[in-house]
């Protein structure tokens, strides 16, 4: 791989980094990965449809990690495609249709709370 297409694949984790420090927050680099990853353009922010399309393959790998196939895996799977709208809305907090690392952020920290209550 030459270095040009390096430094281009490693562009978006490179700006997530300021991002979350104008932000004042103190945003896991993991998040921060995430969140580079779903930014298909890479311009900063998140669509809904970036963000919809990286929960369902987010969903659909960690689903296939354990195990899960078939009928289930695409009732799971279609099931974050359809919550995703809903979720996108409620963390858009500047209502400007996209979402910046903050608000993505946001979705993370609830997701994670809903998921300590179901255990």
């Given at each position: 791989?030459?270095?040009?297409?390096?430094?281009?694949?490693?562009?978006?984790?490179?700006?997530?980094?300021?991002?979350?420090?104008?932000?004042?927050?103190?945003?896991?680099?993991?998040?921060?990965?995430?969140?580079?990853?779903?930014d298909?353009?890479?311009?900063?922010?998140?669509?809904p449809?970036?963000?919809?399309?990286?929960?369902?393959?987010?969903?659909?790998?960690?689903?296939?990690?354990?195990?899960?196939?078939?009928?289930?895996?695409?009732?799971?799977?279609?099931?974050?495609?359809?919550?995703?709208?809903?979720?996108?809305?409620?963390?858009?907090?500047?209502?400007?249709?996209?979402?910046?690392?903050?608000?993505?952020?946001?979705?993370?920290?609830?997701?994670?709370?809903?998921?300590?209550?179901?255990?």
């Amino acid at each position: 791989m030459n270095k040009k297409l390096i430094s281009l694949l490693a562009l978006p984790t490179l700006l997530a980094a300021p991002i979350a420090l104008n932000a004042g927050e103190d945003i896991p680099k993991g998040v921060q990965r995430t969140f580079a990853n779903f930014d298909a353009d890479s311009n900063g922010t998140l669509s809904p449809d970036e963000f919809e399309k990286g929960n369902v393959a987010a969903a659909e790998k960690r689903l296939l990690k354990n195990g899960v196939k078939g009928e289930e895996l695409a009732k799971k799977v279609k099931n974050v495609g359809k919550n995703s709208s809903a979720r996108f809305t409620s963390a858009d907090k500047d209502s400007d249709g996209e979402l910046n690392l903050k608000e993505f952020f946001s979705t993370r920290n609830t997701a994670n709370a809903k998921n300590r209550k179901k255990s």
